[in-house]
């Protein structure tokens, strides 16, 4: 069993920046892939980026390559999320999730078990 829990989270002008993190419970979260999803009132859930547990590969949406900067520590059993040249259309709650096995599906929601009460982000214009 994992717990998440996100903080880090505010309002923010854009152009601006803020650093998500994810303090994760659970012995074995460094083998674990985890993951940012966020969500924008009225829309589905929305891939942002995934780090795989063993490899270590990341993965970006293409919306928030080059601004957003995820990274993890497995000492802390903590992920992170930087991010940079906010936009408004970044403003959503961010979710945390994490998954014991990769199936190369990282984008989709559904292949994550755990998951964070999630954390607002507003960015004003």
């Known amino acids: 069993q994992v717990q998440l829990v996100e903080s880090g989270g505010g309002l923010v002008q854009a152009g601006g920046s803020l650093r998500l993190s994810c303090a994760a419970s659970g012995r074995t979260f460094s083998t674990y892939t985890v993951a940012w999803f966020r969500q924008a009132p009225g829309k589905e859930r929305e891939f942002v980026t995934a780090i795989r547990g063993s490899a270590g590969n990341t993965y970006y949406a293409d919306s928030v390559k080059g601004r957003f900067t995820a990274s993890r520590d497995n000492a802390k059993r903590t992920l992170y999320l930087q991010m940079n040249s906010l936009k408004p259309e970044d403003t959503a709650v961010y979710y945390c999730?994490?998954?014991?096995?990769?199936?190369?599906?990282?984008?989709?929601?559904?292949?994550?078990?755990?998951w964070g009460q999630g954390t607002q982000v507003t960015v004003s214009s």
């Open positions: 999730a994490a998954d014991a096995l990769y199936t190369g599906r990282y984008f989709y929601p559904g292949e994550y078990d755990y």
